[in-house]
């Protein structure tokens, strides 16, 4: 079974407070002694940098990806909030279905209390036999919409931070760290530990951080691409929102380079294509540049028929040696509804099967915006969901981090944690985890991209933990190319583990304490909004430190000032 924790409702009996939890961190940052010993390397089929403890790499010849799942264990996750958007007033979500988030007991925040009591409602007694074996998956890894929303809330003229679906993992996908990059196709592994003193709710707590490393890639590198262009030509596009689509639209053209095609579609309740199956020249190419300039806004809006032509589009000119994408721009003002669910779903391809993967892009003002929409469309549609502000953000999107956005490195990559008896995660920054692997969907990575997970962890039983209890982490992946399955797999001890916590681990601690921060103050609670903010900054403080003159910390840094 898998359940989700609201961060937004206290924390259940078993979770340090996120506020504490950052504010350890800084403060271990200082006070921590080194409790580290050598360790053995060991390396089968890749070769690469650890952080001790043996790690190998391997084809998985029964190429199902997955191992048996593990007894006497149970699965949970992490949700912010419900990930649903609110309408322009803030009153209500933008479920075009009408579904209630808030009545899906997966999203209530709440441990089944099959979960946590025996038949007779008493607590379950501490499991010392059983090892623990969860599976972990974020969002899709460069979904990234949810914190330059929310930095565009907070550092705009006009507040709408109250509107923002706050996902922590879309913070860990957005912002950037310093992890080994992959040999060509691979993908690397780096497990990090820091113990939490003393004891916390009698119960020993240590902070976590898994990063999954993809291979580097210039533009130059990458395969040639067939990108189709879906684009939102509606009434409610005028001004902004239709500048912000040809910025992007810009940024794309000036990424793309000779033999790349592109194709484009422009949708209110007709559909025109612009263009089918072009050859672009180059970066630049004057044909693409005119077909953008001449797209004007006006009439009303049918996804689901733009979505049609788009994917019929993309269909026509589909090559499986080819990366193939649809962007889909829009300012969320349609609905997407159970047919267009299925379409995307089906044209998206099976997990052995080559697809048509869909970049969601929004633009506008925060305030308008249906986030709802993208965020159910590029779930679906396996690719990530973005949001363009302003044009500043559409080049580094579209430009500068063109390959990371459009591009696959390794497909459906899953992460297996084995931890000794009487652990369990009880905080979690990725979407979600659990004890059964066929609850957990696999997701792509990007080149020049990681995977990061961020999580506190805890047992009940530390009398069984010394410095050479294992924890093994492995990731299944399958090449982005050929679907062969392979798998790395790190095992380290906690004293391999243990030590002064590493820049990067320090980073991801100011980055979901940053998210906590944003997602508590839409709380009416003064008290807690203080307690998270003091925490977040505290643990930016921290990271700072050891990353003097990062650039997104010292964004951050700003938003969190403002509030």
Request: net charge negative; charged share 20%; glycine share 10%.
């Amino acid at each position: 079974m898998t359940y989700r924790i609201d961060f937004s409702s206290p924390a259940h009996p078993r979770t340090l407070g996120r506020g504490a939890h950052a504010a350890l961190v800084a403060l271990m940052a200082v006070g921590l002694g080194a409790c580290s010993a050598a360790s053995t390397e060991e390396n089968t089929g890749i070769t690469g940098d650890t952080d001790g403890g043996s790690w190998s790499e391997s084809s998985d010849s029964s190429g199902d990806g997955t191992t048996a799942g593990p007894t006497g264990s149970t699965g949970s996750g992490s949700d912010s909030d419900s990930g649903y958007g609110t309408d322009a007033s803030g009153s209500g979500t933008t479920d075009p279905t009408g579904y209630d988030p808030t009545s899906d007991e997966s999203t209530t925040g709440e441990p089944d209390p099959e979960e946590t009591t025996d038949t007779t409602g008493e607590p379950m007694a501490c499991d010392e036999q059983t090892e623990v074996v969860l599976y972990l998956s974020p969002d899709d890894s460069n979904s990234m919409s949810s914190p330059v929303q929310a930095r565009e809330s907070v550092l705009g003229e006009v507040n709408y931070l109250n509107q923002v679906s706050i996902r922590p993992w879309e913070f860990m996908n957005y912002y950037t760290f310093d992890y080994p990059a992959a040999e060509v196709g691979k993908i690397s592994l780096t497990t990090e530990l820091l113990a939490v003193d003393p004891f916390v709710e009698g119960e020993l707590q240590y902070i976590m951080q898994i990063g999954v490393g993809s291979e580097s890639m210039t533009n130059e590198q990458r395969p040639p691409m067939n990108v189709t262009l879906v684009l939102d030509e509606s009434g409610s596009m005028k001004g902004e929102p239709m500048a912000m689509l040809k910025e992007s639209c810009r940024a794309i053209a000036a990424s793309l380079k000779e033999g790349d095609n592109v194709s484009v579609v422009t949708w209110d309740t007709e559909n025109a294509v612009r263009l089918a199956g072009y050859q672009v020249e180059g970066p630049d190419d004057p044909m693409l540049l005119d077909v953008i300039e001449a797209i004007t806004a006006g009439g009303g809006t049918d996804l689901h028929g733009g979505l049609q032509a788009g994917y019929q589009l993309a269909g026509q000119v589909f090559d499986p040696e080819r990366i193939n994408r649809i962007v889909l721009i829009s300012d969320g003002g349609a609905n997407v509804g159970v047919t267009s669910a299925d379409l995307i779903a089906e044209k998206a391809g099976a997990n052995d099967e080559d697809g048509i993967y869909m970049v969601g892009v929004g633009v506008g003002e925060v305030a308008g915006y249906n986030d709802y929409l993208m965020d159910t469309v590029t779930d679906l549609g396996k690719g990530a969901s973005v949001f363009i502000p302003h044009e500043a953000e559409a080049w580094k999107i579209f430009n500068a981090q063109f390959v990371n956005t459009m591009a696959v490195a390794a497909r459906d990559v899953q992460v297996e944690l084995t931890m000794p008896p009487g652990f369990d995660i009880v905080v979690f920054s990725g979407e979600e985890f659990s004890s059964d692997p066929s609850e957990i969907e696999p997701q792509h990575i990007a080149p020049n991209d990681a995977m990061v997970f961020h999580q506190q962890i805890s047992t009940c039983a530390p009398s069984l933990v010394t410095d050479e209890t294992p924890i093994k982490v492995v990731a299944r992946y399958k090449d982005a190319i050929t679907f062969e399955p392979f798998s790395i797999e790190q095992t380290i001890t906690f004293g391999d583990l243990l030590g002064v916590a590493s820049p990067n681990l320090l980073k991801g601690a100011a980055v979901f304490g940053y998210s906590e921060a944003l997602s508590a103050r839409k709380s009416i609670d003064d008290e807690e909004i203080a307690e998270k903010l003091k925490a977040a900054l505290d643990a930016l403080t921290a990271a700072e430190a050891a990353l003097p003159g990062d650039p997104e910390l010292a964004e951050i840094r700003s938003v969190l000032e403002q509030l």
